[in-house]
């Protein structure tokens, strides 16, 4: 296994996630200095989005790569292709800093499944053991690092929009060092890993006017990635009923109660825990 001396660096794939652009804007002179053995270039991926302080401008960027073929006349779609340009244009491994609302921790996602994103992201948590690796398979190539055979995405939370917190900020550049290191030292020496696997969504209790009738119960929020039993309490209506949710076996939820999923009533991930072997 061999990693390519290119890493492209993407920050503010959505506008208001400024963790990531905070760190473009101040750490590239220090990052190139610090790993001069890699060819590091830094994307600003969605400056008007940052603009205007929203997660994107006419759509979600990092779900604009599907579309590319399509004639959808978006801003998105726009910068979808240019950056897509950038990083096809030679190997490259690709990360993508990205912060959320839910209680998320710190946390690798991986969307192409290969030995080599598995055993990067295994020797990052080497490092950084409290670090979770998140498995999110992309058939579609919708994300911005599907673009590469060779990508992470940063993720880490909570963390309110438009803000920037000191522990998520020095969180995140700690990982994204680490995993630069391991890039330029890189080394087969982990033959498995743990990781979280997407298994199914699960969507607020809505009515025929899609209006959300309940939110989540006060049980469950704010445990990502903690073991659920199979049948647990996941939503508290708005006139007092609790609704169980019942699942086929113990569970891992991720990105609950998310504020960028409240337009799709998505109101968590259910996750297997499982070990990969390399």
Same mark, same amino acid.
């Given at each position: 296994? =061999? ?6 660096? =993407? ?11 905070? #760190? ?11 790993? *001069? ?9 969605? *400056? ?32 979808? &292709?240019? &950056? ?24 690798? =996602? &991986? ?17 950084? *053991? ?85 939110? &989540? ?25 609790? #609704? ?11 990105? #609950? ?16 825990? =499982?070990?990969?072997?390399?």
């Amino acid at each position: 296994m =061999i990693l390519p001396k290119r890493v492209i660096i =993407i920050g503010g794939t959505h506008g208001n996630e400024w963790t990531g652009i905070t #760190i473009l804007q101040n750490y590239q002179d220090f990052l190139k200095n610090k790993f *001069p053995e890699l060819e590091l270039e830094f994307i600003f991926a969605n *400056p008007e989005a940052y603009k205007i302080e929203k997660r994107f401008k006419d759509e979600d960027l990092n779900r604009s790569c599907q579309f590319l073929n399509e004639n959808r006349s978006t801003y998105e779609q726009k910068r979808a &292709i240019e &950056i897509q340009k950038i990083i096809q244009k030679e190997p490259c491994v690709v990360i993508d800093l990205h912060t959320t609302t839910s209680n998320m921790g710190n946390t690798l =996602i &991986i969307s192409n499944e290969n030995a080599e994103n598995l055993t990067l992201a295994g020797l990052v948590q080497e490092n950084l *053991p409290e670090t979770k690796i998140l498995l999110a398979p992309d058939l579609l190539k919708k994300y911005l690092i599907s673009q590469s055979s060779f990508g992470l995405m940063i993720e880490v939370g909570p963390v309110p929009n438009n803000v920037i917190r000191p522990g998520p900020l020095k969180d995140s550049l700690n990982i994204l060092i680490s995993i630069l290191s391991n890039i330029h030292n890189f080394r087969v020496g982990i033959s498995e890993v743990e990781v979280y696997e997407e298994a199914c969504d699960v969507y607020y209790p809505q009515n025929q006017k899609n209006e959300l009738t309940a939110c &989540i119960h006060e049980d469950i929020e704010g445990n990502d990635l903690i073991k659920l039993p199979k049948i647990f309490m996941a939503f508290q209506s708005f006139n007092g009923e609790e #609704i169980q949710y019942e699942a086929n076996e113990e569970m891992y939820p991720i990105f #609950i109660n998310e504020a960028a999923y409240y337009p799709s009533r998505l109101a968590f991930t259910l996750c297997r825990k =499982i070990i990969k072997n390399i």
